[in-house]
Each structure stands twice: as C-alpha cells, then as structure tokens.
C-alpha cells in the first residue's frame, strides 16, 4: 500500500509540473520549434539512443547494440519511399512491418512471466522471502517519507518534461531515464528493484510529466508527441481547428479550456486513485499462481484479437523469448522496443535531411539548432565509454530486470 501510494503521489506530482510547463511554454516554444528541420530531429533521435543506452546498465556497447537491433527491426516491410519489400522473406503477414503491439507484449509482458515462472520453480525460499517482504511493505507513507523523494521528484518531472518536450520520445524513454538518474543518484543503489520509494517516485514522476510537455510540440507545431497526441489532432482537424504556431491566437478559448481540464484531471486522479488504493493492495496480493496464467491468456488475447492474426501470436511468442534471453545477458529491452519506435522516424528524416543537404554528413554539425544536440551526445558517448564499470555488485546484479519491472 506504501508503494502504491508513493505512485499515486509521484504520478500527479509530475503530471502537474508538465502541465505547469505546458501553461508557461506553448507559446515561446511555437516560435523555437519553428526552427527545427530534418537534420535536428536527427540530431535528437541520436541523443535519445546514447542516453537510454548508457543508462541501460554497465555496457554501453549492449546498450547501443539492443537500440541498433530495434532500428534494424524497424526497417522490416514496405520500404515507404519507393515500396520494395524487405525482409519479409515473401510473408503477407510482414508488408506492414513487425506488429507493435506483439513486440511490447512479447518482450516486456510474456517474457517477464516465462522470467518469473523459471524463478518460481527455482527458488522455493527466495518466493517465500519475497512474499513476506510484500506483507511487511503494506504500511502507511507518512510524510517525512516523501519528503525524502523531493529531490527525485522534481528531478524526475523535469526529465519526463524535456523528453516530453521532443516529439516521439515518449513514456518509456522518460521512465527509463527518471530511473536510472534516480539510482546513480541514491546513496542506497542496492535498493532499488526492491520496491524503494525512490524507485517508485522517480518512474513514476518522469513518465507522468511526458502527458502535459507532449502537447507542447503538438499544439505550436501541430506534431504529435505520441500517438495519444495525434489523435488529438485528429480530433481538432474534424473540427475545422488548425494545429500549430497560430492556434492559440485563432482559439486561445479552446487551448486553455484544455489547460484547465488536465489541471482539474490531475486532482480527480488523485481522488480516485487514493480511494481505490485498498481495492488495488487486494488484486495485488492474489498468488502467482494465479495471476501468471490469467496474464498468459491476456497476452495472447491481446494480441490475437486486433489483427484476429495467429502469426502476430507467433510473433510475440519469439520476443517473449527474445526478452527472456536479453534480461539473463545485460542487454537492454527498453533500449531494443524504443530504437524500434523511433527506427522510421529516424529513417525519415535522416533520409530527408540527405536529400535536402546533398548527403553531406556536416550538416548535422553546421545547423546551429542541430550542433548542440550532436554536441551532447557526443559528450555522453565519452562518459558513458569512460565512466567505471567497476561497481558495487550489489548495485548492478540486477539492474535491467529491476529497471523494466519499475516501467
């Protein structure tokens, strides 16, 4: 209950500091954003694979290797510029790409149960330990307990709010990167996997604030952050609303009524989660045993159901494998699924900004929007590559398993 609580505080602190955000920056960030090409949102792109990279674990290498694996992955279908197949291998089934949502399902959610049924069957007394320390976890969260998370909590939404900021990053990338600043941060690393607070409020803080700073590229620029976000658009154009720099001019009404609703969002969310709170300890506390093969079924529902496909079902079954394999080795799951998500916007624009440019390869450094970008990633190539990986087992032994579990 203590960690369910710490969450639900965690996610509204968050998502009201994006919104805050969102209020303050729409417009200055109408007139910046104005200026972003191709060879910026490159720029971006590459940022955003160094970082979850290094943050993946020890190995930068792997971490790199797991987000070229998913752009690699990403490139399967249609090709979208001249429509050559490639490697579907004359599969039907593979025109339009690997399925999304057989992927996730299959690495994050099946390959975490074949994880947790391996262990169940292993280690008798290290289930029987977990499950008293869960009893000993249902506590009150006084105050000076979250007090402690300030800190975290205001790093946390202030990550989650820049990579909300860029469009296409997402929850993952900010839940990923409030966490693994959150560790390297604490005093009491070993901790974290364990149902730590700092954990809970760091995950939580940053991928909540990515809801409010994503409407930032949406509303100045008419560019969806994520898919939420492009339907809202959607929902706009049907309307006979426009999207972009002059929306807030043409129908400040209509964007700060919105402004007003995630605010008052924020607090039903907060009433509505701390009632139920007593409700989601009891569905929490049902034995694995249990839950394991109803969440089996669900992930094969789940992914049959939307393309009434077999072979998605297939699909999934080969990255619940492929998960299991990556979370035994140190390679990085988040790292693969999101260098597969934002493998054809990189393609895209990476392939305009050759065209626009000649192929010469300097403008990613000659483009003062884009230089400073390229600039930071170089620098986190170098720490990350020169940092050491020489640190206490207890606080790396399981850093990949504990950071997806925290997503």
Known sequence: MKAMKMALYSSVFGDTCSDV??????APFAALALLFGPPEI?????????LIAGLAGKSLLKGLMAAALGVFLATVGLDAQDGTQRMTFGIVDLYDGISMNAMAIGLFAFSSVISQLFDHWQDLDKRLKIESRFDKALQTLHFHEFRACI????RSAYIGTFVGMLPGLGVTLAAFLGYGAAKRASKTPEK??????EGIAATEAANSAVAGANLIPTIALGIPGNVAAALLIGAFIIHGITPGPFMMQQNGDLVYAIFASMLMANFAHLIVGRLGIPLW???TQIPKAIVLPIVTILCVVGVYIPA??????????V???LGYIMRK????IVALFIGFLLGPMLEQVLRQSMVLHDNDVLIFFTRPMALPFMLLTIFFIWRFAARKDTPPASATQSSEEDQSKAL
Do not use: D, N, Q
């Open 308 to 317: 009434y496909s077999f072979f998605e079902v297939g699909i999934m079954f």
């Open 281 to 283: 300890v009891k569905v």
């Open 329 to 332: 080795t140190g390679f990085s």
């Open 151 to 154: 800190k975290t909590l205001f």
């Open 42 to 50: 490159t720029a971006i792109i590459l940022l955003a694979f160094t």
């Open 319 to 321: 990255f619940a494998g």
């Open 192 to 197: 974290f996997g364990t149902g730590h607070l």
């Open 21 to 26: 955000v969102l209020i303050l920056l729409a």
